[in-house]
């Protein structure tokens, strides 16, 4: 179910009905069946198990092709948490609105999916 941005699962097919019916009562519903893609988020439900992978690998790879960063070299710590950014070093050029833009993307990945690099986003911002 999706409805403007939102994401509806229930483990129980009754209770989804239910949940859909009294949402349709107040607003227009379209219901798009079982989601593989939600808001830049690939969603993978196993049946059998009825366990949920929610991943963003498109979405980093695409961001990474956009900023032409494609054969950059992973690192298993995003920042160390004493470092400073020193602003006025520019190793790479690029405009205030490429930063922004490349701040606002990553942002929007920590927010949804990697708490882990938050703390570096927030620096770099």
Avoid: W
Wanted: with cysteine.
């Amino acid at each position: 179910v999706y409805v403007d941005d939102l994401l509806i699962a229930c483990s129980d097919h009754k209770q989804m009905q239910q949940i859909k019916s009294a949402i349709s009562k107040e607003v227009k519903i379209v219901d798009k069946g079982a989601v593989q893609y939600f808001l830049s988020m690939e969603i993978d439900r196993d049946g059998e198990t009825g366990s949920i992978c929610v991943g963003q690998k498109s979405y980093i790879q695409k961001m990474l092709s956009e900023y032409n960063m494609e054969n950059c070299r992973p690192i298993a710590t995003p920042l160390d948490t004493g470092h400073q950014v020193n602003c006025k070093e520019r190793k790479y050029k690029s405009t205030q609105m490429q930063y922004q833009s490349l701040i606002g993307s990553l942002m929007y990945l920590a927010v949804c999916m990697r708490a882990d690099i938050l703390h570096s986003v927030c620096k770099l911002a």
